[in-house]
Nanobody, 115 residues
Framework: QVQLVESGGGLVQAGGSLRLSCAAS????????RGWYRQAPGKQRELVAS???????NYADSVKGRFTISGDNAKNTVFLQMNSLKPEDTAVYYC?????????WGQGTQVTVSS
């Protein structure tokens, strides 16, 4: 089992920045991929960014060049640095972890970008 706890969401004006954090506990040694998804009202949940245990990253086209995913292995924490935020980035952001082909999810954190 893996437990994930997100923090760092909030309200920001367009053009601003936020940093989300996701701390993992439990069977963290089994984790091979960490990531962030988001879900806006009335829309499907979508992948924002992911990072493997080897450090390979992947981003949605809509956030490339603005968002950066990174990990602190010593603290078992993954970050999502979000810059140049746009109103369309408004969503609930979920942290994920994949361990032994099982996906774990955090509770979600709201990010609201005002125009």
């Amino acid at each position: 089992q893996v437990q994930l706890v997100e923090s760092g969401g909030g309200l920001v004006q367009a053009g601003g920045s936020l940093r989300l954090s996701c701390a993992a506990s439990g069977s963290i040694f089994r984790i091979n991929t960490r990531g962030w998804y988001r879900q806006a009202p009335g829309k499907q949940r979508e992948l924002v960014a992911s990072i493997t245990s080897g450090g390979s990253t992947n981003y949605a086209d809509s956030v490339k060049g603005r968002f950066t995913i990174s990990g602190d292995n010593a603290k078992n924490t993954v970050f999502l640095q979000m810059n140049s935020l746009k109103p369309e980035d408004t969503a609930v952001y979920y942290c994920t972890a994949r361990a032994l082909q099982v996906d774990y999810w955090g509770q979600g954190t709201q990010v609201t970008v005002s125009s």
